[in-house]
């Protein structure tokens, strides 16, 4: 996987500078990752206290625990926000020279 790697993030890293971004789009999917990563770490609350180790106090168990799940759906965040940005970059490197618009196929129709 590194072997394909390495040369793809070299070209994602040439290419930035002539990409057109859609931040909106690449911002949206980074904070739905992050929403839904915060939301599965709060279903399970009732369980939350049952690898508290009582020889620690409670206040650090809860800030390690607090802290340690929003790392978590920090870097899920930031992780779809990378990874969108990157499929943006070979989107548009692949249909470079290609016309998005949509054509007809059977032509224009005159009505009389």
């Known amino acids: 996987m590194g072997a394909a ?3 793809l993030l ?3 890293v040439r290419r930035l500078g002539r990409h057109e971004y859609h931040w909106r789009v690449y911002l949206a999917l980074g904070l739905a990752a992050f929403c839904l990563s915060v ?3 709060v279903e399970p609350v009732a369980n939350l206290l049952s690898g508290y180790p009582t020889e620690t106090a409670l206040d650090n168990y809860l800030g ?3 802290l ?3 790392t978590g759906a920090l870097f899920a965040a930031v992780s779809i926000f990378a990874g969108v940005l990157g499929v943006d970059v070979y989107r ?3 249909l470079a020279g290609v016309d998005s618009r949509p054509r ?3 032509g224009r129709r005159r009505w009389r």
Do not use: E, K, Y
């Open 5 to 7: 790697g390495l040369p």
């Open 64 to 66: 390690q625990l607090v």
């Open 39 to 41: 939301s599965l770490d």
């Open 10 to 12: 070299i070209i994602l």
């Open 68 to 70: 340690g799940r929003l």
């Open 92 to 94: 548009q490197l692949a």
């Open 104 to 106: 007809r196929l059977l």
